[in-house]
């Protein structure tokens, strides 16, 4: 196992997962999303972990 000079990027997803603020679905998606497919509200891209 590799621990240093890993190719994978802890902090970089392949897809992003997203979460609508209204109805809290949650969907992904390679390309960025503007609104959530179920009820047209806003969403924001949850793949990354914030502090």
Do not use: Q
């Not at 890993?6 to 503007?34: K, W």
């Not at 959530?36 to 914030?50: F, K, L, M, Q, T």
Request: glycine residues 10%; proline residues 2%; negative net charge.
């Amino acid at each position: 196992m590799v621990v240093h000079n890993a190719a994978i990027d802890p902090h970089r997803s392949e897809h992003g997962y997203y979460e609508c603020l209204s109805c809290g679905a949650r969907a992904t998606s390679e390309d960025r999303l503007g609104c959530c497919a179920d009820c047209g509200g806003d969403v924001r891209n949850i793949s990354i972990a914030r502090e």
